[in-house]
């Protein structure tokens, strides 16, 4: 049975510094690039994610077409 560990780094700080390095990105990749360190996380994980930064004033959400949105980090 695998031991599951804590994460010394909480995913929103993860998030922010993916965007800090890369820039802008569109929500699909930034996606990607944040499962690839959370393996457990979920897409209903991430957008509840996006949403608590949005409304904390930290990143920006736009929307591109139909379910595609930019995510860009606000200094």
């Known amino acids: ?7 010394t780094r909480p995913a929103y ?3 922010l510094e993916i965007l800090g390095k890369k820039g802008d ?8 690039a944040l499962s690839s360190e959370f ?9 509840e994610l996006l949403m608590n930064l949005e409304v904390s004033g930290k ?3 736009t929307s591109l077409a139909r379910g595609k949105r930019r995510v860009e980090l606000i200094r």
């Open 39 to 47: 393996e457990d996380l979920g897409f209903k994980d991430f957008n």
């Open 13 to 15: 700080y993860v998030l």
């Open 25 to 32: 990105m569109r929500s699909s990749e930034l996606f990607k």
């Open 1 to 7: 049975m695998p031991i599951k560990t804590w994460k």
């Open 59 to 61: 990143i920006r959400n």
